[in-house]
């Protein structure tokens, strides 16, 4: 199915910077109408705006992702203001840097809850409709750190690898239902992530993926004939994991 020529409508969580926010950008462009997920609404605007002058609808709804009790309401909200979810990219998260033995279980637990739960009840929240017209995409933004061993990395890549390993069940799951279910995991990528207060890292970051890379790739998966699933790839910048 040509999106681009339908007026798919998606959604797209942490988009108001990042990956997310270059995904909406390169979705709106493409002709897709989105549905922007953050927790700020100010940065969301002006995503929306953007996308809005590309000609597509786009509506921002403030959400924090570790409110999990809230997400199937917002989600049915967003449904009732589209019609019917095409895509949804799964792609808020947090990174967190600590020694497995020194991690709080606190810490451990808002890991899990954003980097993994949040999506599992996003994903219940579209599946309804999606069943229902037997067609839709889902694509989660997993990392190379669910398949790597990164040292100090640990909460965020145990996150990370349950988060694939839930995408290859639910494509299994929902695959005689005409749901394609996508998982990229992206190297190092060049986002506001390495700023926040719960990473601890000192990497190049000129020579990391740009999020409008990674958005491209994404964008691509979504717009891949129905009869065809690209389940699970790994994008890395030309220079190698960092």
Do not use: H
């Not at 786009?58 to 917002?74: C, F, H, Q, R, S």
């Not at 640990?154 to 394609?180: D, H, M, P, T």
């Amino acid at each position: 199915m040509d999106f681009s020529q339908s007026q798919a409508n998606a959604i797209i969580t942490g988009a108001s910077s990042g990956m997310g926010k270059a995904t909406a950008l390169a979705f709106a462009k493409a002709g897709i109408n989105v549905a922007l997920v953050s927790r700020s609404l100010d940065a969301l605007d002006t995503v929306a705006q953007a996308c809005t002058q590309q000609g597509v609808k786009a509506k921002p709804y403030v959400m924090d992702l570790n409110e999990l009790a809230k997400i199937p309401g917002t989600i049915q909200e967003i449904v009732a203001d589209f019609g019917n979810i095409d895509i949804i990219v799964n792609n808020a998260g947090m990174g967190y840097t600590n020694l497995l033995r020194e991690t709080p279980l606190a810490d451990w637990q808002q890991v899990i809850n954003l980097n993994l739960t949040s999506v599992f009840q996003c994903v219940q929240g579209v599946l309804p409709q999606m069943r229902e017209r037997k067609q839709g995409t889902i694509i989660n933004v997993a990392s190379i750190a669910a398949t790597q061993a990164f040292p100090e990395w640990g909460a965020y890549s145990v996150s990370k690898a349950a988060l694939l390993s839930f995408s290859k069940v639910l494509a299994v799951e929902e695959r005689s239902n005409g749901i394609r279910v996508v998982a990229i995991s992206p190297g190092s990528v060049n986002t506001p992530m390495w700023d926040t207060e719960t990473v601890q890292a000192d990497f190049e970051r000129s020579a990391m993926l740009t999020p409008e890379l990674v958005a491209q790739t994404i964008l691509q998966a979504a717009l891949l004939p129905a009869e065809a699933v690209i389940e699970d790839l790994t994008i890395l910048p030309s220079a190698g994991t960092l």
